[in-house]
């Protein structure tokens, strides 16, 4: 893990996922391994061997659930926050940096999580009205056309404005982000797939580590 990465920050974009990255584990996985059939990890096997798309395989799985939100927003806050996120979001803004958290999952939860931090997010949307999963940030940009969030685009938009950009993740959904992000700040499974295709990036196992590499130097 480096420390003090010589990062102009006020002129930086950080571009966070939540499942599995602000969150110790999956909130999404956690809900659907309580509440869908086991069939919901075919379509996540899928998903992950590049058979499907993100937005397929959030759209079969949901067709799995009859989700009731109380019952669904209680068991998605049994998933723990990683301690780190509060203290790095908050020296992210003093040091000037935007951070906008991007989340390919059902929404709700880091839609939540956020909002108390008082942090952006770009995430997918249910409507509890209608039982509706629905995607307001698909890709917009992307020739792939298959994500339920386009993390490539905000990337894209902040290059377009001059300012560095940086990637912190743990999955899939993050794959193509870290293709185009300046900085890459990965672990788990984007972590073994960045090493694998020779993706530079910077290993981290919490969001405390990612605070140490920025903040440890004068020069963050």
């Known amino acids: 893990m480096p420390t003090g990465l010589a990062l102009n920050l006020a002129h930086t974009s950080v571009f966070c996922d939540f499942d599995g990255t602000i969150t ?41 659930v009859t989700p009731d939100e109380a019952i669904w927003r209680a ?8 301690a ?11 040091a000037g940096a935007q951070l906008l958290v991007v989340s390919d999952g059902f929404g709700f939860y880091a839609e939540q999580v956020c909002a108390d931090l008082d942090v952006p997010v770009l995430t997918n949307r249910i409507d509890w009205t209608t039982g509706r999963l629905e995607f307001p940030h698909e890709d917009r940009c992307c020739a792939c056309a298959t994500c339920g969030v386009c993390k490539q685009a905000p990337i894209k938009d902040a ?12 999955g899939t959904s993050d794959r193509k982000a870290a293709l185009l992000a300046d900085v890459v700040f990965a672990k788990g499974d984007l ?19 990612v605070h140490t590499a920025l903040f440890a130097s004068p020069r963050a």
Do not use: K, N
């Open 24 to 64: 110790t584990a999956d909130v999404g996985q956690h809900l659907l391994a309580r509440f869908a059939t086991d069939e919901w990890l075919r379509f996540h096997d899928e998903y992950d061997a590049g058979v499907i798309g993100s937005r397929e395989c959030l759209v079969s799985q949901w067709d799995l």
């Open 159 to 170: 290059h377009r404005a001059g300012r560095t950009t940086m990637l912190i993740g743990d």
């Open 75 to 82: 068991v998605a806050a049994e998933v723990p926050i990683d």
């Open 84 to 94: 780190g996120f509060a203290p790095l979001a908050a020296a992210l803004r003093a």
């Open 191 to 209: 972590a073994a797939w960045c090493s694998h295709y020779d993706v530079p990036h910077h290993r981290f196992d919490t969001l405390t580590d």
